[in-house]
């Protein structure tokens, strides 16, 4: 399952691209732009101060999953299927379904259609999320279509996957990006829920097969922009062979809507480390002869 097809995106990779968004993620990232892309089933978003309490929702509703309390809906999500049958009902835009469950004929087609712009612009296909390769078969299927059609693919991955399990997939795309938020395996677990062992292991393994990544680390102030976590990626990068480089993401509060949506909490207090703070961290990296840029939220380097 996706949750965006996004068309004509120029900052994931080279040209123009269009980008596939998986749904489903083993991280939860503390400052994820995408929660929607966290569970692997098609959910509801629900924004309820934009509510009217008009009550259609729960006519439509098949699972008793929606109420009216206080002149407002309330959404019982131990209930909800996120079957969308309440969205066409919703005149105030309160609903929106999260899950695309696109045949993948579908997905090769729309690819193929854009193929004369990737050729033109040296762009492509990116595989984004959620996790692409927490999907292997649906993944696999698309890359297969995508080179046959000879169509450039890249994809941005935590890294967090059984390499083994996917390695004739990444066999098939030309450009990696992936991430490793944090070098301290017990802040790596703290903020994100998982341990940074597995995402290492798979850097270096595909630095020794010969693979060139791009190295990604979201910066947020106080969690991730430690001197000991930028020492800590120094130290991995210059053991690598075939590293593309290093690109700095600053935080930004993009995807905070979305969470109030998903009656998930989100810490609003959250920064991205100030412009000089950044500068300086590229500059460390660059003493250390590191390809290190700063990729800003509409994909500007510096
Ligand atoms: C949404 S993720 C999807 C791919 C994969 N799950 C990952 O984390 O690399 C795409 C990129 O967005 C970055 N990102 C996520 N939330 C962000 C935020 N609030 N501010 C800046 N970058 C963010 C991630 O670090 C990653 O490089
Ligand atoms: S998505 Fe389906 S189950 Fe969930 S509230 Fe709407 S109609 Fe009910
Ligand atoms: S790994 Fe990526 S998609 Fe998953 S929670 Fe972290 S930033 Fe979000």
């Known amino acids: 399952m996706l949750f965006n097809v996004q068309r004509w995106s120029l900052h994931d990779g080279p040209g123009i691209r269009t980008t596939l968004f998986f749904k489903g993620c083993p991280l939860r990232c503390r400052w994820c732009s995408n ?3 966290w ?3 098609s959910q509801l978003l629900f924004f309820r101060q ?9 006519e439509a509703c098949p699972q008793g999953a929606s109420q009216i309390v206080d002149g407002r809906a309330v959404l019982d999500r131990s209930r909800c299927t996120g079957c969308g049958q309440c969205v066409a009902a919703c005149s105030s835009t309160a609903r929106e379904v999260v899950g695309l469950d696109l045949p993948v004929a579908d997905i090769l087609r729309l690819l193929r259609r854009d193929a004369v712009f990737y050729r033109s612009s040296g762009g492509g296909v990116t ?8 999907q292997p078969g649906l993944l696999g299927q698309i890359t297969e279509g995508c080179a046959v059609a000879g169509i450039p693919m890249a994809v941005e991955t935590s890294g967090f996957f059984d390499l083994d399990d996917v390695h004739a997939i990444l066999d098939e795309i030309d450009t990696i990006h992936v991430d490793l938020k944090h070098t301290d395996d017990a802040v790596h677990r703290r903020l994100t829920g998982v341990s940074n062992r597995l995402i290492i292991d798979n850097i ?39 590293l593309a480089g290093i690109e700095l ?23 991205a480390p ?11 990296m660059r003493d250390h002869h590191l390809n290190a840029s700063w990729v800003g939220d509409l994909g500007e380097r510096q």
């Not at 934009?50 to 729960?58: K, N, P, T």
């Not at 791009?214 to 922009?225: A, F, M, S």
């Open 35 to 37: 929660p929607e892309s």
């Open 39 to 41: 569970s692997f089933d």
């Open 249 to 271: 993401l600053a935080y930004h509060p993009l995807g905070a809507g979305k969470y109030a949506g998903l009656d998930l909490p989100y810490d609003s207090s959250q920064a």
């Open 204 to 242: 270096n393994r595909l630095d020794t097969m010969g693979r060139r990544l791009t190295l990604r680390i979201p910066l947020v102030h106080g969690l991730t922009d430690d001197a000991s976590n930028i020492d800590g990626i120094i130290r991995l990068c210059r053991r690598l062979q075939h």
């Open 50 to 58: 934009r509510c009217s309490g008009c009550g259609a929702c729960v």
């Open 127 to 134: 595989f984004s999320g959620g996790e692409p390769f927490a």
């Open 274 to 284: 100030a412009p000089e703070a950044m500068q300086r961290m590229i500059h460390r």
